[in-house]
């Protein structure tokens, strides 16, 4: 399997640190409003990424962080009259629920910035005391000059970024021993949120909570640092600064970054009236649309997102979607149960389109041609299948076709939607059960109603359901 590393600028073999096991760190969001599309991107990227190693037999221990404290938030708060907490409390939801509709799997660990405050300050105090940070005021600086390999992940010069101009650096450089010093800690400004440290009451830089975070749940050394491309300078760039000056070792081996999402061809902006949240794509179609669009091109190249290309991906998805539901109604119908010889023959070539798949994903986890791969077993599936196929014969074509799906997190088998008077009479039937004793039975129908996605709640009243 090769990846592209942004450190190295080239395509390289993936060697885990350890065997069978994949550490990845990857960015999460900024909680003060609902995510938009660009957000998304990384999400459904990397998520395909760790299905990908797990499709492989890899165990994967995948970390992404929520910036619960940041100025974006508090101005919210602000606004609001609320606390940050409440603020950040609220779109940590809101983004799950988005995160689950676009079928991207829980991380392993979502750490908050806030709860981990405390391993932070020792971070700083480490580099204090290595001489790579001091204190000015209430304020800690990271001694950007002293980390001697600044700049290899963004491939910038010190000497250009000094000459660079103020937009490259971190405000507040009046009180630096050197412009291109960054912020570690910050004292608070009246309103804020705020916590102790030895230096001042304030909080963290933005940059050392992913060292840290990164650090207590995947180590001093991980495999796989993942993110959009904005990321790579300052973010990431700092991010090396502080983990290696302080680890004493090599923070990621890859580093994987996203190309960027336009929106008609054009920068996403709210001043151009172009903004688009997951939420509101999510009115207008099924966001497992949006995943395949964003499938649909490799992760790395600029991506641009408009209303004919998501109609050209609900077609596309629509269909796999519909094979599925072809080849399970022709298993409805078989007559016979094993294949005959032509079958197998017929079974053996799926495997092409499987070998045609997992080479796509193995550069560099190409899924537009991963895609193409599954486009090209769907049509051998219809031209294949029929009302003479046997049962076993449309199983291998259905478990290839959505097993294939499944790594791409597209959800191809649709599950069929209970009516509400269905679910109704199961209920009734269960509480009858439990009248009687039955608690078998009364056990039978809650498993099958969770099956369908339907969870009970007892409660004095009577029953509650809601679909999961």
């Not at 676009?102 to 020792?122: R, S, Y």
């Amino acid at each position: 399997m090769k990846l592209y590393n942004t450190m190295t600028r080239q395509k390289e073999e993936f060697v885990p640190l350890e065997e069978g096991k994949v550490k990845m760190y990857v960015c999460g969001p900024t909680v003060y409003n609902f995510i938009h599309i660009g957000n998304a991107r990384p999400m459904i990227v990397f998520d395909t990424v760790r299905r990908y190693f797990e499709y492989k037999g890899y165990e994967v221990n995948f970390v992404s962080n929520f910036t619960d404290v940041d100025d974006k938030i508090i101005k919210k708060a602000m606004e609001e009259g609320v606390t940050a907490d409440e603020i950040a409390s609220r779109y940590i939801e809101e983004c799950k629920k988005d995160m689950a509709d676009m079928n991207v799997k829980p991380a392993t660990v979502h750490p908050l910035a806030t709860q981990e405050i405390p391993g932070m300050i020792a971070m700083i105090q480490e580099l204090i005391d290595k001489g790579y940070a001091y204190e000015k005021n209430g304020t800690v600086y990271y001694r950007t000059r002293k980390f001697k390999d600044y700049g290899k992940l963004s491939h910038k010069n010190l000497d250009d970024l000094q000459s660079g101009g103020r937009e490259l650096l971190v405000s507040g450089q009046d009180e630096k021993e050197d412009s291109l010093d960054f912020v570690l800690w910050k004292p608070k400004k009246d309103g804020e949120p705020y916590w102790q440290s030895p230096w001042s009451n304030g909080r963290p830089g933005w940059h050392i909570e992913c060292s840290e975070m990164s650090r207590k749940y995947l180590g001093e050394q991980i495999d796989i640092h993942a993110g959009g491309e904005d990321l790579v300078f300052p973010h990431h760039e700092n991010e090396i600064a502080q983990s290696e000056a302080c680890n004493g070792v090599e923070f990621a081996r890859y580093w994987l970054h996203n190309g960027f999402l336009n929106i008609d061809n054009k920068k996403m902006s709210k001043s151009l009236g172009n903004f688009r949240t997951v939420r509101e794509i999510g009115k207008q179609y099924d966001l497992q649309v949006l995943r395949f669009f964003m499938l649909s091109a490799h992760y790395r190249s600029p991506l641009n997102f408009s209303a004919d290309l998501m109609e050209a991906s609900k077609n596309g998805l629509e269909r796999i979607v519909n094979a599925v539901d072809n080849l399970k109604y022709l298993r409805s119908l078989a007559k016979t149960e094993e294949m005959s010889d032509e079958e197998k023959a017929q079974a053996e070539k799926t495997e092409e389109y499987v070998k045609a798949f997992e080479e796509a994903m193995d550069d560099d986890f190409n899924t537009a041609d991963a895609v193409t791969a599954i486009f090209e077993l769907v049509k051998y599936a219809n031209t294949t299948a029929g009302e003479e196929s046997s049962a076993a014969y449309l199983n291998v074509l259905f478990d290839q076709i959505v097993k294939l799906s499944d790594v791409l997190g597209l959800i191809v088998d649709k599950k069929e939607e209970m009516l509400d008077d269905d679910i109704e009479a199961l209920i009734e039937e269960r509480q009858q059960a439990r009248k009687e004793k039955n608690f078998k039975r009364a056990d039978e129908i809650r498993d099958e109603l969770l099956a369908k996605g339907i969870i009970l709640k007892d409660t004095r009243e009577g029953v509650q359901w809601k679909r999961a």
